[in-house]
DNA sequence: AATAAATGGGACAAACTTGTCCGATAAAAA
DNA sequence: TTTTTATCGGACAAGTTTGTCCCATTTATT
């Protein structure tokens, strides 16, 4: 029996065998896209570095916060396009941050460009509109959360993240 | 120019079309899988038939919580197999809610059966492991929130929901 | 007994998110 | 000028969620 006739008996994709093996976590609740996490990691990554006068290119950065390194190349090409990094081509190029834009941008901005809207007023269980005048039965109860959420969002910024303690992600410490 | 050839030289998905006419909302940074939307809702509304002493059927649930008829049967048959409702099939068959779970079940627990699971724990932008030991730059901001979330969902009983004023989901009146 | 009305369950399809590949382009270094 | 080292960008592939279809099964009604 040859490999071809095993593979064909025993088709049985790559997360299906890992499920099997208890290799995967099963579904867990995240606050934020992949992409979106990893627009933070990177953003965290490069302010710091552009802190230091460093300009960091893809393959240091995608190792620092263990992400894919083509799929965090796309998500570096739309934080460039809406210029909350730049990017240098050719030998020795790479991607950098202004202070400015460091100071300034906060984490809803971040996640708006990366998944194109943040909604802070939709129902949590999918009403039509959410509003105190025709609230579901679970809007008192979320209203306050969601409103902290969203505070915080909107008033932290790069800044303050790259300010903080070193900690570890992956294999690099910031 | 058959439809035929039309069709072939403007293939474009439906969603495509809808975006592109603007009939389809942009990606909203939602609180809840859409099946979990569905199984909190259906199970309102069947909650609330049952302590008026009424049987509801799989047409009559989709239709008052506006969701997709063959979807919501599949999210139906989960809870009943992890004994959140009961079904009785054939002629005049449907679904029902004992008291006893009405008065007892938690937020948190459907959204664990729907989503298979549902965690506490996960660090925000993805790292390993959260712990206040070893906190990512945006862990204390975040905790709280989770927290409060959190306790809302394990605190918050079905029986607390149902004995809310009416409100209007769709077409139906709860 | 036959029919109608309901749930159960498997296969499949569409849409979206996540991730890969490869060639084009640009700039520095040799 | 050539080579090397980067980003840019489009096509494609894999995986997950959302949604559909169809038929089997069960029960009440006729
Ligand atoms: S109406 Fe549902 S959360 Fe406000
Ligand atoms: S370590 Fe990131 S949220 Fe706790």
Same mark, same amino acid.
């Not at 029996?1 to 995240?30: A, G, R, W, Y």
């Not at 460091?102 to 984490?107: C, G, Y």
């Given at each position: 029996?040859?490999?071809?006739?095993?593979?064909?008996?025993?088709?049985?994709?790559?997360?299906?065998?890992?499920?099997?093996?208890?290799?995967?976590?099963?579904?867990?609740?995240?606050?934020? =896209? !992949? /992409?979106?996490?990893?627009? %933070?990691?990177? #953003?965290?990554? *490069?302010?710091?570095?552009?802190? +230091?006068? &460093?300009?960091?290119?893809?393959?240091?950065? =995608? !190792? /620092?916060?263990?992400?894919? %390194?083509?799929? #965090?190349?796309? *998500?570096?090409?739309?934080?460039? +396009?809406? &210029?909350?990094?730049?990017?240098?081509?050719?030998?020795?190029?790479?991607?950098?941050?202004?202070?400015? #834009?460091?100071?300034?941008?906060?984490?809803?901005?971040?996640?708006?460009?990366?998944?194109?809207?943040?909604?802070?007023?939709?129902?949590?269980?999918?009403?039509?509109?959410?509003?105190?005048?025709?609230?579901?039965?679970?809007?008192?109860?979320?209203?306050?959360?969601?409103?902290?959420?969203?505070?915080?969002?909107?008033?932290?910024?790069?800044?303050?993240?790259?300010?903080?303690?070193?900690?570890?992600?992956?294999?690099?410490?910031?």
């Amino acid at each position: 029996m040859s490999p071809i006739c095993f593979e064909f008996f025993f088709q049985i994709t790559l997360s299906e065998l890992k499920k099997s093996l208890f290799l995967l976590d099963k579904h867990i609740e995240n606050m934020f =896209s !992949k /992409a979106c996490e990893y627009a %933070i990691r990177a #953003t965290i990554f *490069i302010a710091k570095e552009s802190m +230091k006068g &460093k300009r960091s290119n893809l393959t240091e950065i =995608s !190792k /620092a916060i263990t992400s894919p %390194i083509a799929f #965090t190349a796309k *998500i570096l090409q739309t934080l460039v +396009k809406h &210029k909350i990094i730049f990017s240098i081509k050719g030998a020795r190029g790479g991607f950098e941050m202004l202070p400015q #834009t460091i100071n300034t941008l906060s984490l809803k901005h971040l996640v708006v460009v990366i998944d194109d809207d943040y909604s802070t007023t939709a129902c949590i269980i999918g009403l039509n509109k959410c509003s105190s005048e025709n609230p579901c039965p679970l809007h008192e109860q979320y209203e306050s959360i969601r409103t902290d959420l969203s505070k915080m969002l909107e008033e932290t910024k790069i800044i303050q993240l790259i300010e903080k303690e070193s900690f570890k992600i992956g294999n690099h410490l910031f």
